[in-house]
Structure formats: C-alpha cells, structure tokens
C-alpha cells in the first residue's frame, strides 16, 4: 500500500482549527497503521507524524512499561531524552499512577517535573492502555511554549492513541 503524507501545514489559533488538524491527522495515522501490526514501528511513524506536523514542539514520543513500575524510553523525535521513569515521578510517570491524561501549562509549577530538555515549557502526557486495561505506556509532548496545549489537545491526542491501541496485534 502506498501513503502519502500531507504537507499542511496546521494552525493552531483556534479550537475549530485545531480540531480539523486532529481530523487530518487521524486520517494519516489511520493509513500509516493499516494492515501493519508491529507496535515500534507504528509508534515511530506516530511520534514523527505528531512531531512534524503540529507547531510548538519540541519533543514527541513514547514510553513503555517495563516490570510494574518504570517506564523505559520508546520511539521519539526531538532532543536525547531521559531513557527511565519511575511509575509516579514526573509528568509521564504520575500519568501512568493516575491513569488519565495529563495537561501541564508550566511544567517548573509542575511538583516533580523532570527536566529532560530544560527548554521545555508545557506538557501534554496521555496513557497507553493494552487489551486488559492495564496501562502499558504514555505518549509525551512537549513544549517550549507555555499552556501551548489544551484539552482540544488531550482529545486530539487522546484519538490518535486509540488508533495505535486498536493497530496492537
């Protein structure tokens, strides 16, 4: 199969405009997992495709449960990050403890917050659920703008994650 990726590029000023940029992006991660079930790959093409596509990042990507309690670094765009993260530390680990997406406007107001790349600002982290229900990572954006995300982002997020969740063989 072949898939073409769009060259739009998103605007972000508007719930309506941000909504038609997660409308377009559903439609290309939908054709980037069709028929491909292996999970690293899905998730590399996912964090480029985030990455590339909306403004205002600095970072996009994964991490995934290793053992009960540590997240172990996945596929990614963006700078070197930090490769473990104990369940309940930071953003991404409170996420996982929580089990419910997490929107930070100021990651330094943020108790715990683990500064990977201190030219991050906000953070949107949202869990990664396998066929149990038991969490099995997160996806994590990043910002050096602050409150650039919103709950229009948790939800736009929140969709493309179910795709990856339903492309898991």
């Not at 990042?57 to 990614?76: I, K, S, T």
């Amino acid at each position: 199969m072949s898939f073409s990726l769009s060259e739009t590029t998103y605007s972000t000023d508007t719930p309506e405009a941000k909504r038609a940029m997660y409308e377009d992006l559903r439609a290309q991660l939908g054709g980037l997992v069709h028929g491909e079930h292996d999970w690293i790959a899905n998730t590399a093409n996912a964090s480029s495709l985030v990455f590339n596509s909306m403004p205002g990042l600095n970072w996009a990507g994964f991490y995934f449960m290793q053992g009960p309690d540590e997240l172990v670094l996945g596929p990614f765009q963006g700078k070197p990050a930090c490769i473990r993260i104990k369940k309940g530390r930071g953003v991404c680990g409170s996420t996982v403890e929580r089990r419910a997406t997490s929107v930070v406007e100021d990651v330094h107001a943020f108790p715990g917050h683990i500064a990977c790349d201190a030219a991050s600002r906000s953070e949107l982290v949202v869990p990664i659920f396998g066929k149990d229900g038991e969490v099995i990572g997160v996806f994590d954006l990043d910002s050096p703008l602050p409150g650039r995300f919103d709950a229009v982002d948790a939800e736009g997020i929140e969709s493309l994650v179910r795709i990856l969740e339903q492309s898991r063989a």
